[in-house]
Nanobody, 123 residues
Framework: QVQLVESGGGSVQAGESLTLSCQASGLDYYRHCMRWFRQAPGKEREVVATIYPGGKTTNYGDSVRGRFNISLDDAKDTLYLQMNILRPEDTAMYYC????????????????RGQGTQVTVSS
């Protein structure tokens, strides 16, 4: 059974940094993609960052590229999101998610999700 538990959210000032963690269980990191996405009240869900099976290839949303870094420590079963130079528009609930990789379609469905951790950035 896959379980994802996020932590590390909080309230910070603009320009500061924060690191989110996602404790995972039940995953094969060579067969699953993992992702951080966020959602703010009244806004659509936004994909923040993705790490692909094996943990070497990553991808970022345009709004966070160059400021955020996704990484995986498979020995600790933990996915991280290092967030630097935070902005008020980064304020949202952040979720960790996982999807099983398939040869035909990649990672089409992120059906495993955590409960989220709130990040609030004030100006």
């Amino acid at each position: 059974q896959v379980q994802l538990v996020e932590s590390g959210g909080g309230s910070v000032q603009a320009g500061e940094s924060l690191t989110l963690s996602c404790q995972a269980s039940g995953l094969d990191y060579y067969r699953h993609c993992m992702r951080w996405f966020r959602q703010a009240p009244g806004k659509e869900r936004e994909v923040v960052a993705t790490i692909y099976p094996g943990g070497k290839t990553t991808n970022y949303g345009d709004s966070v590229r160059g400021r955020f870094n996704i990484s995986l420590d498979d020995a600790k079963d933990t996915l991280y999101l290092q967030m630097n130079i935070l902005r008020p528009e980064d304020t949202a609930m952040y979720y960790c998610a996982a999807a099983q990789w398939t040869v035909v379609s990649g990672c089409p469905e992120y059906k495993y999700r955590g409960q989220g951790t709130q990040v609030t950035v004030s100006s």
